[in-house]
């Protein structure tokens, strides 16, 4: 699964298959009460679905954690208020994990939303992505950059701005952090 955590400094074109793993959709702002009790969640029922899986003879280790965000207001994300963006936080699970064991372990987990963790697939297809490096915050620049590269290769967004998250989500230095942006595209009509 190399090829999904790595991307070009540049815009590019790229192509992705369907994407399988453990997903909680929510809204609010990125670190709030509401994103940091669905993550939560999200860990307590996949750190539960690494040990089936170990007890199972297919031990694995957790990917880099992704997200997609959209908002659901004809405004730019960047106009709307983070308390109104939508989000679905996602765990990619290698094709060795049977979804039997993602039942044990959403059963087993010690957190109260662990409920709302679902099995999820989904496909992107044709994407623009880029890296990112440094904080959050400084974003728009490099999507700006993924936007002028799709229109001069004549496409247009097609699905949700899709995050992974290389660095580690308590990295404290924010010119240490690195985030793939990936947008799913299609050609212009």
């Not at 730019?76 to 372990?105: G, I």
């Not at 290769?153 to 580690?168: A, F, I, K, Q, R």
């Amino acid at each position: 699964m190399k090829n999904l955590y790595s991307a070009a400094d540049e815009p590019e074109l790229v192509e992705f298959g369907p994407a399988r793993g453990l997903g909680v959709v929510g809204q609010g702002e990125p670190g709030g009460a509401a994103y940091g009790t669905c993550v939560g969640a999200l860990y307590a029922v996949a750190g539960g679905l690494c040990g089936v899986a170990a007890r199972n003879g297919r031990a694995f280790d957790l990917p880099p954690l992704e997200g997609r965000w959209w908002v659901e207001d004809e405004r730019s994300p960047f106009d709307v208020p983070r308390e109104e963006w939508h989000w679905q936080m996602f765990l990619r699970l290698p094709d060795t994990v049977e979804d039997a064991w993602y039942d044990e372990a959403r059963e087993a987990a010690p957190h109260p939303a662990a409920a709302r963790v679902q099995l999820v697939t989904y496909t992107e297809g044709r994407c623009v992505q880029v890296l990112h490096r440094g904080p959050y915050a400084d974003e728009p620049r490099t999507l700006a950059r993924m936007d002028a590269s799709m229109r001069e290769t004549g496409m247009v967004p097609n699905g949700l701005h899709h995050e992974v998250y290389l660095s580690d989500l308590q990295e404290t230095d924010p010119a240490k952090m690195r985030t793939i942006l990936r947008m799913p595209v299609r050609p212009a009509v």
